[in-house]
C-alpha cells in the first residue's frame, strides 16, 4: 500500500517551515510575508503543501543561494528529517507560477528602504541623501516566451545570443541599497523609464546621474514638483550660456525646453554649470571636457571641485551592478546568462528575488559597519555574501537569547571583512583604480549564431540510423 504524502510540512519550535531562514526575520518578517501574500489576493488551496507563504520565502532564498537548483534551495532552507521526501522539481515550479509576481514586488516595496543614517560615512552631502539614477541589462535564457516578452537585440552582422531585460535603479550610493527598479524590455530607453522612479524620489535627497538622462521635462518634474537638488553630466552639446560667472570658474546658465524658448527667453530654468578635464592620460576620459549641471546655486558653500569629486561618487551604483550581476548571480557552466528562468514571470521574479538578497546582505553589511563606526564601502560585498550563506544555516531561533547571539556574532563576522585600504595622512581609503571600457574576447573563429540554428524541429533519425559505409 502506497504511503500518503502529508498535507502539511512539521514545523519547528518556533512554527517556522523553513527553519533555516529564520535569520533573515530582522529584514524580512514572518508578518510582512504574510502581509505580501494577504494584500495581492493569494488564496491556497485546503490541500496545498507549498503555500504562498512557503514559495515566497524559497523564491527569497532563490536570491541568496543563487549557485543552487530550485529544489537544492528548498533542501537548504529546511532541515533534515528522515522519512520526509523534499518536492519534485515540477511541483516547485508549478507552486512559482501560481505565487506570480505582484508578492514579491509587493513585499520589495516595504523592505527595501534607505539604510543610511546621518552618521554613516558618505551617505550625506550636507544633509542631502545622496541617491543614483542608472540601467543595465541582464541576459536571460534563450526561451521563445523570454524572446516574445522582452526581445533580442539586433545587430549590425546578427542578432545578440540572448534575449534581454532592462533595468532602471534608484541606489542609495553611501551603502549600496537599492530603494527601487523597473523592469522593461530591453528596446526602452532608460529615460523613458524614470517616470516609474518618480513616486521614490523625495525631498532632501542628491539625486546624481549620467549624461544620457538629462531632459528639460525632467529636471522641471524634479526641481519643482518633488524638490529633489540634482548633480548630473550633461552632453558636451547642450547650449549652456553664462549668466554670471562664479569665483570657482563655474557659472550659472539657463535650461530651456527647446530652441526657441531659448531665443525667446521664455521657461528658463537656472542651473549652475562647472567645466573640467583630467590631466591624467591613464584616467578614462582624458583630455575630455566634461560638463556637470546641478541645482546647487551657492559656489562658497558647495564650491566647484567638491561636486566634482562628489558627481564621481555615482560610479558606486554601478558597483551595485557588478555586485548583483559579477558576485551575487554570475554565469557559470550550466548558467550562460545572467538570469535562469525560462518563462518571463520567472525573470521577473527572480530580478526582485536578487534586489530582495542584495539588499539583505548591503543591510547587514550596513550595521556591521555602524557597529565599528565604518564607512560600508570598507566592507567586501563578496567577503559578507558568503558568511550570509555559511551562517545562516546555524541560526538558532529557539529563543530571542540564541537568535540575537546569532545575529551579534555575524555583524562581527561581517564587520571583519575588510576590503584593502591604504593608508593616508587623512586616514584609511581605498586604492586608486581605473577600469578602462574594454573586453578580453571580442571575437570568435566559430560561426555566429542565428535564427535557424534556435528551435530546431526533432531529430527523425537515431545517430546509428544516419551511418553510412563507405565503399
Same mark, same amino acid.
Given at each position: 500500500? @502506497? ?25 524580512? =518578517?514572518?508578518?510582512?510575508? /504574510? ?30 543561494? $543563487? ?19 523534499? &518536492? *519534485? /522539481? ?26 543610511? $543614517?546621518?552618521?554613516? &560615512? ?64 530591453? #528596446? ?32 522641471? =518634474? ?58 591624467? &592620460? ?36 554601478? @558597483? $551595485? ?17 545572467? +538570469? ?23 543591510? +547587514? ?12 564601502? #570598507? ?13 545562516? &544555516? ?7 537569547? =540564541?537568535?540575537?547571539? #546569532?545575529?551579534?556574532?555575524? @555583524? #562581527? ?14 586616514? *584609511? ?20 549564431? /542565428? ?21
Amino acid at each position: 500500500m @502506497l504511503q500518503q504524502t502529508p498535507r502539511t510540512f512539521e514545523v519547528d519550535a518556533s512554527g517556522e517551515v523553513l527553519d533555516r531562514l529564520v535569520g533573515l526575520h530582522h529584514f524580512i =518578517s514572518p508578518d510582512l510575508i /504574510r502581509q505580501a501574500v494577504r494584500d495581492t489576493g493569494r488564496w491556497n488551496r485546503s490541500d496545498c503543501r507549498l503555500t504562498h507563504e512557503i514559495m515566497l520565502w524559497v523564491v527569497l532564498a532563490m536570491g541568496i543561494l $543563487t549557485d543552487v537548483p530550485l529544489r537544492q534551495v528548498f533542501k537548504h532552507a529546511r532541515r533534515l528529517r528522515k522519512g520526509e521526501p523534499t &518536492p *519534485p /522539481r515540477n511541483t516547485l515550479c508549478k507552486a512559482r507560477r501560481r505565487l506570480g509576481v505582484a508578492p514579491l514586488r509587493h513585499l520589495f516595496a516595504q523592505v527595501a528602504q534607505p539604510l543610511a $543614517t546621518p552618521q554613516t &560615512p558618505g551617505g550625506f552631502y550636507q544633509g542631502l541623501r545622496l541617491v543614483g539614477l542608472d540601467g543595465t541589462a541582464y541576459d536571460i535564457p534563450d526561451s521563445p516566451a523570454n524572446v516574445k516578452a522582452f526581445g533580442r537585440p539586433r545587430g549590425p552582422r546578427a542578432d545578440a545570443a540572448f534575449p534581454q531585460v532592462r533595468k532602471l535603479s534608484l541606489v542609495e550610493l553611501g551603502t549600496h541599497a537599492e530603494l527601487a527598479f523597473v523592469l522593461k524590455p530591453f #528596446w526602452r530607453g532608460e529615460t523613458a523609464m524614470v517616470a516609474g522612479l518618480m513616486s521614490h524620489l523625495q525631498k532632501g535627497m542628491l539625486l546624481l546621474w549620467d549624461r544620457n538622462f538629462f531632459s528639460y521635462e525632467l529636471w522641471q =518634474s524634479l526641481t519643482q514638483k518633488k524638490k529633489v537638488h540634482i548633480l548630473a553630466r550633461v552632453k558636451c552639446n547642450l547650449v549652456l550660456a553664462p549668466l554670471k560667472e562664479l569665483a570657482d570658474g563655474s557659472y550659472l546658465a539657463k535650461i530651456y525646453r527647446n530652441a526657441y524658448d531659448r531665443q525667446k527667453d521664455r521657461n528658463g530654468i537656472v542651473v549652475r554649470v562647472i567645466k573640467y578635464t583630467l590631466d591624467d &592620460p591613464q584616467r578614462v576620459g582624458h583630455d575630455e571636457e566634461h560638463t556637470l549641471i546641478t541645482t546647487l546655486l551657492d559656489a562658497a558653500e558647495h564650491p566647484a571641485v567638491k561636486l566634482v569629486l562628489l558627481y564621481h561618487e555615482r560610479w558606486e551604483e554601478e @558597483l $551595485t551592478f557588478d555586485e548583483q550581476k559579477t558576485h551575487q548571480d554570475p554565469p557559470r557552466p550550466g548558467k550562460p546568462t545572467n +538570469l535562469r528562468s525560462e518563462t518571463p514571470q520567472g525573470v521577473v521574479q527572480e530580478v526582485y528575488a536578487l534586489s530582495l538578497g542584495h539588499y539583505v546582505t548591503r543591510a +547587514l553589511m550596513a550595521q556591521a559597519a555602524a557597529t565599528e563606526k565604518l564607512d560600508p564601502d #570598507w566592507l567586501s560585498f563578496v567577503g559578507c555574501l558568503r558568511i550570509l550563506k555559511c551562517r545562516l &544555516p546555524e541560526c538558532d531561533s529557539r529563543t530571542p537569547q =540564541s537568535w540575537h547571539k #546569532w545575529y551579534e556574532a555575524v @555583524l #562581527w563576522e561581517m564587520s571583519c571583512e575588510r576590503v584593502d585600504l591604504k593608508q593616508t595622512p587623512n586616514g *584609511p581609503r581605498r586604492y586608486n583604480r581605473v577600469n578602462p571600457r574594454v573586453i578580453k574576447r571580442k571575437m570568435s573563429n566559430w560561426k555566429k549564431k /542565428r535564427p535557424e540554428h534556435r528551435n530546431r524541429p526533432p531529430l527523425l533519425k537515431t545517430f546509428a540510423e544516419t551511418v553510412v559505409m563507405r565503399e
